[in-house]
């Protein structure tokens, strides 16, 4: 059974910083894709970032470039989105996603085709 567990998430003043990590179990992590996904209340579910399986190439959108870093550590089988000069638009719940992928597909965060997600991890940030 695959199971994502995201941790770090909580309050913190607008310009602050958070670490979000995911943890993942009962899979082969190395074989797949990883996103970062948010959903604010009243809004779609929308794409952050992505890192493909051996972490070499990364994807963001651009309402977090410069600002978050997405990495992986794959003999721990986890996932990090590292959170810099954070605004109180980034306040939503945050979820991680697997996407089973080739070695050369680049990551994207179209949500439809990510096979696993986890239950979410909620970010606060106060003006």
């Known amino acids: 059974q695959v199971q994502l567990v995201e941790s770090g998430g909580g309050l913190v003043q607008a310009g602050g910083s958070l670490r979000l990590s995911c943890a993942v179990s009962?899979?082969?992590?190395?074989?797949?894709?990883v996103g970062w996904f948010r959903q604010a209340p009243g809004q779609e579910r929308e794409g952050v970032a992505a890192i493909s399986r051996n972490g070499r190439s990364t994807y963001y959108k651009n309402f977090v470039k410069g600002r978050f870093t997405i990495s992986r550590d794959n003999d721990k089988k986890t996932v990090y989105l590292q959170m810099n000069s954070l605004k109180p638009e980034d306040t939503a719940v945050y979820y991680c996603a697997l996407r089973r992928a080739i070695l050369t597909e680049s990551p994207h965060v179209e949500a439809a085709s990510f096979h696993y997600w986890g239950q979410g991890t909620q970010v606060t940030v106060s003006s």
């Open positions: 009962g899979t082969t992590f190395s074989y797949y894709n």
